[in-house]
C-alpha cells in the first residue's frame, strides 16, 4: 500500500542533570565542589533513504524518544552526550508540526537534518562556587529534549508531473520514454500510487517524471484516488497535461482539459501558474481535424501542444525536447525551508504559572511555557533582549520572585541562562 502521510509524536533526549559531589581525598582539606556536568540529550535526526519509497512504517509505530545524556559524576567528570535518534524517510518528506502547520524540516537530499535537538546538561555544583558559597548543595538537572507531534508528507521530487484524466495514456508515456514500469491497463485506475521515471536525453542530460494518478472533477475534494496524490505535483517544475484528444471514452477533451485545471487550481492556486505543456495522445483514433481544432483551442490560451501516440511512441521525442527545453529555463525543484515559530506580542502574554526555588541566593525559575519563550530569544540581539525582559514583566516572572525575596544582585537561573537581578 502506498502511504503518503503518517502522524507521529518525537521527543529528543533530556540532558543529563549536573553532580553534587566534593573532592575527598587523604591530606587535602576542603577539597571543594566536584561535580560534573550532565551531557546533551540526543537529537531527533531525519535522514533521507532512497531504499523507502512510502511512509508505511510509521503506521506501525508513531512514538520515537531520543535516550537521555548522562548524569555528571564526582571528580568533574562529565556525563556522556546521548546518541542521536535517526529516523529514516523517502526523499522528499516534509516534516510538519501537526498543532501549527509549520514546516520543520525538509527531507530532500542525503543530508541528516536535525528537527528536535536533545537538552542541555545540567551544570555540576563547581558552577556555582563563590567567595561567600564555597560549597554550594545544589546542581542544575538537565533540560527537557524538544518534543513535538508531526505530520509527515511525501511529496515527490519529480521535474515533470503527467496530470490528467484516468486511461488518457499516462503510463504508457512514461513507460515508453523512461525505464519505469507501470501497471498498464485499459481501465479506470491502473496507476493507483505515482510512479517516477527517469528520462535520458543523451550524455549528461536527464530529467525526472512523474506519472500523477488519474484525477477526475471533485478531486481537490476527495473525490476519486487523484486526490491522494495532488500534493505530489506541488514539487513539480513543469506539467505536462495529457488529454485523450479522440474522447474515446464519451467525453469532449475540451471540457476535459479544463475540469483538470480547474482541479488543480482549487487544491492550490500557484499550480495554476506552473508552465504546461499539452499532449494530446490517442491521435489514432479520431480524424485530423478534430486534432488541429483542439490544437488551436490549446494554442490560443497560451499552451504549446503536442500531438502524440505514446502506445507506439509516436512523435515523442518533439515532446521530450520541448520539456527539456522548457527545464533548462525554470528553476530548480522547490525545496521548503524551516519555519520558525512565531513570536507571541508582548500584550498578548498571560499571567503565568512558574516554579521559583531558592538555593543559597539563586532563584532557579521553571515552567514549561518558559521553556518554549528561551528557545525563540536570541540573547545577542539587544531587541530580542529587550523583549524578553518585557515577557518576564507582563507573565509575572519579576513579581513572582519579588514575592520569593529575591534581593538586587542575587543570581537567577533559567535553564540554561544565568542574569543578576537588578530592580
Same mark, same amino acid.
Given at each position: 500500500?502506498?502511504?503518503?502521510?503518517? /502522524?507521529?509524536?518525537?521527543?529528543?533526549?533530556?540532558?543529563?542533570?549536573?553532580?553534587?559531589?566534593?573532592?575527598?581525598?587523604?591530606?587535602?582539606?576542603?577539597?571543594?565542589?566536584?561535580?560534573?556536568?550532565?551531557?546533551?540529550?540526543?537529537?531527533? %535526526?531525519?535522514?533521507?533513504?532512497?531504499?523507502?519509497?512510502?511512509?508505511?512504517?510509521?503506521?506501525?509505530?508513531?512514538?520515537?524518544?531520543?535516550?537521555?545524556?548522562?548524569?555528571?559524576?564526582?571528580?568533574?567528570?562529565?556525563? /556522556?552526550?546521548?546518541? !542521536?535518534?535517526?529516523?529514516? %524517510?523517502?526523499?522528499?518528506? $516534509?516534516?510538519?508540526?501537526?498543532?501549527?502547520?509549520?514546516?520543520? &524540516?525538509?527531507?530532500?537530499?542525503?543530508?541528516? %537534518?536535525?528537527?528536535? /535537538?536533545?537538552?542541555?546538561?545540567?551544570?555540576?555544583?563547581?558552577?556555582?562556587?563563590?567567595?561567600?558559597?564555597?560549597?554550594?548543595? #545544589?546542581?542544575?538537572?538537565?533540560?527537557?529534549?524538544?518534543?513535538?507531534?508531526?505530520?509527515?508528507?511525501? /511529496?515527490?521530487?519529480?521535474?515533470?508531473?503527467? +496530470?490528467?484524466?484516468?486511461?488518457?495514456?499516462?503510463?504508457?508515456?512514461?513507460?515508453?520514454?523512461?525505464?519505469?514500469?507501470?501497471?498498464?491497463?485499459?481501465?479506470?485506475?491502473?496507476?493507483?500510487?505515482?510512479?517516477?521515471?527517469? *528520462?535520458?536525453?543523451?550524455?549528461?542530460?536527464?530529467? +525526472?517524471?512523474? !506519472?500523477?494518478?488519474?484525477?477526475?472533477?471533485?478531486?481537490?475534494?476527495?473525490?476519486?484516488?487523484?486526490?491522494?496524490?495532488?500534493?505530489?505535483?506541488?514539487?513539480?517544475?513543469?506539467? +505536462?497535461?495529457?488529454?485523450?484528444?479522440?474522447?474515446?471514452?464519451?467525453?469532449?477533451?475540451?471540457?476535459?482539459?479544463?475540469?483538470?485545471?480547474?482541479?488543480?487550481?482549487?487544491?492550490?492556486?500557484?499550480?495554476?501558474?506552473?508552465?504546461?505543456? *499539452? &499532449?494530446?495522445?490517442?491521435?489514432?483514433?479520431?480524424?485530423?481535424?478534430?486534432?488541429?481544432?483542439?490544437?488551436?483551442?490549446?494554442?490560443?490560451?497560451?499552451?504549446? #501542444?503536442?500531438?502524440?501516440?505514446?502506445?507506439?511512441?509516436?512523435?515523442?521525442?518533439?515532446?521530450?525536447?520541448?520539456?527539456?527545453?522548457?527545464?533548462?529555463?525554470?528553476?530548480?525543484?522547490?525545496?521548503?525551508?524551516?519555519?520558525?515559530?512565531?513570536?507571541?506580542? $508582548?500584550?498578548?502574554?498571560?499571567?503565568?504559572?512558574?516554579?521559583?526555588?531558592?538555593?543559597?541566593?539563586?532563584?532557579?525559575?521553571?515552567?514549561?511555557?518558559?521553556?518554549?519563550?528561551?528557545?525563540?530569544?536570541?540573547?545577542?540581539?539587544?531587541?530580542?533582549?529587550?523583549? #524578553?525582559?518585557? %515577557?518576564?514583566?507582563?507573565?509575572?516572572?519579576?513579581?513572582?520572585?519579588?514575592?520569593?525575596?529575591?534581593?538586587?544582585?542575587?543570581? *537567577?537561573?533559567?535553564?540554561?541562562?544565568?542574569?543578576?537581578?537588578?530592580?
Amino acid at each position: 500500500m502506498f502511504v503518503d502521510t503518517a /502522524k507521529i509524536f518525537i521527543k529528543a533526549g533530556d540532558g543529563g542533570d549536573g553532580a553534587v559531589t566534593f573532592h575527598r581525598e587523604k591530606y587535602v582539606a576542603s577539597g571543594g565542589p566536584d561535580g560534573g556536568d550532565g551531557g546533551r540529550g540526543g537529537n531527533i %535526526v531525519f535522514q533521507a533513504d532512497t531504499n523507502l519509497s512510502t511512509l508505511a512504517d510509521f503506521r506501525y509505530k508513531r512514538k520515537y524518544v531520543a535516550p537521555k545524556g548522562e548524569n555528571g559524576r564526582g571528580g568533574r567528570c562529565n556525563g /556522556k552526550k546521548a546518541p !542521536d535518534l535517526v529516523i529514516r %524517510v523517502p526523499m522528499g518528506t $516534509v516534516v510538519r508540526e501537526a498543532e501549527t502547520g509549520r514546516i520543520l &524540516a525538509d527531507i530532500s537530499d542525503r543530508e541528516p %537534518v536535525i528537527v528536535a /535537538k536533545g537538552g542541555k546538561g545540567g551544570w555540576g555544583n563547581p558552577h556555582f562556587a563563590t567567595p561567600t558559597r564555597q560549597t554550594p548543595r #545544589f546542581a542544575k538537572p538537565g533540560m527537557p529534549g524538544e518534543a513535538y507531534d508531526v505530520q509527515l508528507e511525501l /511529496k515527490l521530487l519529480a521535474d515533470v508531473g503527467i +496530470v490528467g484524466f484516468p486511461n488518457v495514456g499516462k503510463s504508457t508515456l512514461i513507460s515508453v520514454v523512461s525505464e519505469a514500469k507501470p501497471i498498464i491497463g485499459n481501465y479506470h485506475f491502473t496507476t493507483i500510487t505515482p510512479v517516477l521515471g527517469v *528520462v535520458r536525453m543523451g550524455e549528461g542530460s536527464s530529467f +525526472v517524471m512523474a !506519472d500523477i494518478p488519474g484525477l477526475i472533477e471533485g478531486a481537490n475534494e476527495g473525490l476519486g484516488l487523484g486526490h491522494q496524490f495532488l500534493r505530489h505535483v506541488e514539487r513539480c517544475r513543469l506539467l +505536462v497535461h495529457m488529454v485523450d484528444v479522440s474522447g474515446s471514452e464519451g467525453r469532449d477533451p475540451k471540457e476535459d482539459f479544463e475540469t483538470i485545471n480547474r482541479e488543480l487550481q482549487k487544491f492550490n492556486p500557484e499550480l495554476a501558474e506552473r508552465p504546461m505543456i *499539452v &499532449a494530446g495522445n490517442k491521435c489514432d483514433l479520431t480524424d485530423d481535424d478534430k486534432v488541429e481544432e483542439f490544437r488551436q483551442y490549446v494554442e490560443s490560451r497560451g499552451y504549446q #501542444f503536442f500531438p502524440i501516440m505514446a502506445a507506439i511512441a509516436y512523435e515523442t521525442e518533439p515532446l521530450l525536447k520541448a520539456i527539456q527545453e522548457q527545464l533548462s529555463k525554470l528553476p530548480p525543484i522547490t525545496r521548503y525551508e524551516r519555519e520558525e515559530a512565531p513570536v507571541m506580542p $508582548v500584550e498578548d502574554v498571560q499571567k503565568q504559572a512558574v516554579n521559583i526555588t531558592n538555593h543559597d541566593g539563586v532563584y532557579f525559575v521553571e515552567g514549561e511555557w518558559l521553556l518554549r519563550v528561551l528557545r525563540g530569544i536570541n540573547f545577542d540581539d539587544s531587541e530580542s533582549l529587550q523583549y #524578553f525582559q518585557r %515577557v518576564l514583566i507582563h507573565s509575572g516572572v519579576i513579581e513572582a520572585l519579588k514575592e520569593a525575596g529575591i534581593q538586587e544582585g542575587d543570581t *537567577v537561573s533559567m535553564y540554561d541562562i544565568e542574569f543578576e537581578f537588578v530592580e
